[in-house]
């Protein structure tokens, strides 16, 4: 039997991905940044929770964790080697692996939106939880890493096959297409995702999971080999540009004051 992803809402916009083993009545969580969606979950459909999967230490995506631990008693928190989240107590390294309800998971280090932020995917089945580096139609802003980092950790995920879903942990899709859009005017892609992100958001239904082979098409920070993409790189920087990765740097600027 397949596990289940569901999102669990948080805040305004974040979710919890809740990867499920109906079966089995077993639970896992990646990010919680709030306890009461989990543990609403949880006892809702009679699960155990037996894992939390972190991607990086900010409070959204790990404040949940000491009143869920408190509440459900202790359990493998996973998390990357180099980070401040105390609430880790199985570190992981680059490519290292866990098992979680039967699905292989590896760590991927991406760090650009923090320097502890980390991705785990399961070659399997093709799941991608990648935290705040990849959004649909956008990537998260460099806090704490270089801009350098943040564009190769996004090209370390688009390294993996096209079919692959990435779950990230924001409902920022609408927004990010809208400077898509402003980026790539004339992109067809873009414009059908934005009419679908539409139309789900309407009826309150997540825009998320995303296919990384549709991130190709319609995500300018993923998009800085393209000639219409450098083109408007350059415009907005009125100067060449001799990198994809200064390419990527004033895009992510130009976003960061859209």
């Not at 109906?22 to 949880?42: E, S, T, Y």
């Not at 989240?85 to 692996?97: E, G, M, R, T, W």
């Not at 995920?157 to 990435?166: F, K, Q, R």
Request: glycine share 6%; with cysteine.
């Amino acid at each position: 039997m397949t596990n289940t992803i569901t999102p669990l809402a948080a805040f305004d916009d974040n979710y919890i991905w809740c990867i499920a083993d109906a079966q089995q009545k077993k639970a896992a969580v990646v990010d919680p940044g709030d306890a009461q969606p989990v543990l609403d979950f949880i006892e809702e459909n009679g699960y155990e929770l037996v894992a939390i999967l972190v991607t990086h230490h900010h409070f959204d995506h790990t404040g949940g964790i000491t009143k869920i631990i408190d509440t459900l008693g202790d359990m493998p928190v996973y998390g990357g080697t180099d980070t401040p989240c105390a609430h880790i107590n199985h570190p992981l390294q680059d490519k290292d692996s866990i098992n979680v309800l039967a699905q292989d998971f590896q760590l991927l280090t991406i760090p650009g939106h923090t320097l502890d932020h980390v991705a785990y995917h399961d070659a399997k089945n093709q799941h991608l939880f990648c935290g705040d580096t990849l959004f649909l139609g956008g990537c998260g802003r460099v806090f704490e890493g270089t801009m350098p980092q943040m564009h190769a950790s996004l090209h370390t995920l688009m390294s993996l096959p096209a079919d692959t879903l990435a779950y990230p942990t924001h409902e920022y899709s609408l927004a990010n297409l809208a400077f898509a859009e402003a980026v790539e005017p004339d992109n067809l892609d873009i414009q059908k995702a934005i009419e679908q992100a539409q139309k789900l958001r309407q009826t309150g239904t997540p825009t998320l999971p995303t296919q990384l082979a549709t991130e190709a098409l319609i995500n300018p920070f993923v998009r800085c080999h393209i000639p219409s993409v450098i083109v408007a790189a350059q415009q907005r920087a009125e100067s060449k540009l001799d990198s994809q990765a200064d390419v990527f740097a004033t895009l992510r600027e130009w976003k960061n004051n859209f």
